[in-house]
């Protein structure tokens, strides 16, 4: 059979991006080159700061943030995190963890990689981000889909793609409810700013009891602040509003009252916070669909394969991201032939990634003392010099598992 040339360019091609974290942009971004008109709506008020670093690993990660355009940029901006400390309740130093280990090639915080690509689409003509809203409705039509919003007029769109992380709100819409793709992992994880009592330069120390831990990092070198993380075990998965900061507040507080170290100044600094926005509070889970794509609504970043930490998310995203736009361009924007081909060459890699998160939890908060012990000494090992160049090659294997196709 021969194959028919396609129109690689999509500018008849108008569509929605719902979230604008990582996963969005990076969407933007390819699309909009490729000559797409996207909307980006994001439901916060304004481009979301904060998170903690993240980090780039292997040919594939490398290959798609230089196809980007951002390579320089992210190495220009990115965190020289150094060594990062395990101590005991009163601050002494039990293992340093090398930063080979922990932080692949390039390490850049979350917050600082969304707003290069967002400043690289934001003046773009034919991009458009929209704050403060949300897709409240999706009906698909023979030829697009009708999208009413929370707040903004109603609009028609050729495709839709929920960027929206774990908790997407387009996937709820378009695949079901979150009940039946997200998996609990019996943990949870919050991440916010707090100040650099410690004095840390581009360093971490991490401090952990049975079932809970705090890490604080100072991973860019701005001596006045720093980023601190909780993790704690909760086999009952915790009922909560997402968009109550009073609320999350008083879970965390209860959960680290009594904790040594550093926890109570920790907590201090999230009694201060004033913006939902301000804070990440999560539980730590996966999402596992069926298929990425559901008639013309897509799913890109978390919303699709989320592992809330140590799966590469953000990787991960960036590489969808390519994937997807690609193969819309290499298909003339035909949306059946390319997201099953997104499917298709993307999906394995994401479960890749997927299965290496499995064990973040349990590994950073361990149940009982004798755990902790144990998790030592394996972090022991670990940083030990041979092994922490496996360990990096273990991670580095899932990062690279896909042949990424050279798209037009
Ligand atoms: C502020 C912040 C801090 C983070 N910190 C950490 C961290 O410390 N550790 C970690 O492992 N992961 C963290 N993450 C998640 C991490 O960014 C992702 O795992 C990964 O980068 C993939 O990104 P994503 O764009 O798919 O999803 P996310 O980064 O989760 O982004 C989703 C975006 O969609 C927006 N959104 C949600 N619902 C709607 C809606 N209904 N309408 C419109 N927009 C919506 C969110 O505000 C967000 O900007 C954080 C995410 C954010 C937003």
Same mark, same amino acid.
């Given at each position: 059979m021969t194959k028919q040339p396609q129109d690689q360019s999509l500018a008849h091609l108008h569509l929605l991006v719902s979230g604008a974290s990582v996963a969005g942009p990076a969407l933007a971004l390819q699309l909009a080159r490729r000559g797409a008109r996207v909307t980006v709506v994001e439901r916060a008020p304004a481009l979301r700061p904060g998170g903690f670093a993240v980090d780039f690993r292997g040919h594939v990660h490398r290959k798609v943030l230089q196809d980007m355009g951002i390579w320089e940029e992210v190495h220009a901006r990115q965190t020289h995190m150094g060594v990062q400390t395990l101590v005991?309740?009163?601050?002494?130093? $039990?293992?340093?963890?090398?930063?080979?280990?922990?932080?692949?090639?390039?390490?850049?915080? /979350?917050?600082?990689?969304?707003?290069?690509? &967002?400043? /690289?689409? $934001?003046?773009?003509?034919?991009?458009? &981000?929209? !704050?403060?809203?949300?897709?409240?409705?999706?009906?698909?039509?023979?030829?697009?889909?009708d999208v009413t919003f929370e707040k903004g007029a109603p609009d028609t769109f050729d495709l839709v793609v929920g960027a929206d992380g774990l908790h997407s709100r387009t996937r709820a819409l378009a695949f079901g409810d979150e009940s039946r793709y997200l998996t609990y992992l019996g943990y949870c994880v919050a991440g916010f700013d707090v100040p650099? %009592?410690?004095?840390?330069?581009?360093?971490?120390?991490? %401090?952990?009891?049975?079932?809970?831990?705090?890490?604080?990092?100072?991973?860019?070198?701005?001596?006045? %602040?720093?980023?601190?993380?909780?993790?704690?075990?909760?086999?009952? /998965?915790?009922? !909560?509003? /997402?968009?109550?900061?009073? *609320? *999350? *507040?008083?879970?965390?507080?209860? $959960?680290?009252?009594?904790?040594?170290?550093?926890?109570?100044?920790?907590?201090?600094?999230?009694?201060?916070?004033?913006?939902?926005?301000?804070? &990440?509070?999560?539980?730590?889970a996966q999402i596992h669909v069926d298929r990425l794509s559901v008639g013309r609504v897509v799913l890109v970043g978390d919303a699709g394969y989320g592992a809330t930490m140590g799966g590469m998310g953000t990787g991960a995203a960036v590489v969808a991201a390519y994937v997807l736009a690609g193969e819309l361009a290499a298909a003339g924007g035909d949306h059946r032939t390319a997201f099953a081909a997104y499917e298709a060459a993307f999906g394995d890699f994401a479960k890749g990634c997927q299965k290496i998160a499995g064990n973040a939890g349990p590994f950073l908060a361990p149940p009982t003392a004798r755990k902790i012990r144990q998790r030592d000494l394996t972090y022991r090992m670990l940083s030990a010099r041979p092994l922490a160049g496996f360990f990096k090659k273990l991670t580095e294997k899932a990062a690279t598992d896909i042949v990424l196709r050279d798209y037009p």
């Open positions: 005991d309740a009163d601050g002494s130093p $039990r293992i340093e963890l090398p930063a080979a280990m922990m932080s692949g090639d390039v390490e850049i915080a /979350r917050g600082e990689l969304a707003a290069i690509m &967002y400043e /690289r689409t $934001r003046d773009l003509p034919h991009v458009t &981000y929209v !704050f403060g809203d949300s897709v409240a409705s999706l009906h698909e039509t023979p030829t697009g889909v650099n %009592h410690l004095g840390l330069d581009r360093t971490a120390r991490i %401090h952990s009891d049975p079932g809970r831990m705090v890490g604080i990092g100072n991973a860019d070198g701005v001596p006045s %602040h720093a980023g601190a993380t909780l993790v704690f075990s909760s086999p009952e /998965r915790l009922d !909560f509003d /997402r968009r109550d900061l009073a *609320q *999350q *507040q008083k879970i965390l507080t209860e $959960r680290f009252r009594g904790m040594g170290w550093e926890a109570p100044r920790v907590l201090e600094a999230l009694g201060g916070l004033t913006s939902v926005d301000e804070l &990440y509070f999560d539980a730590i």
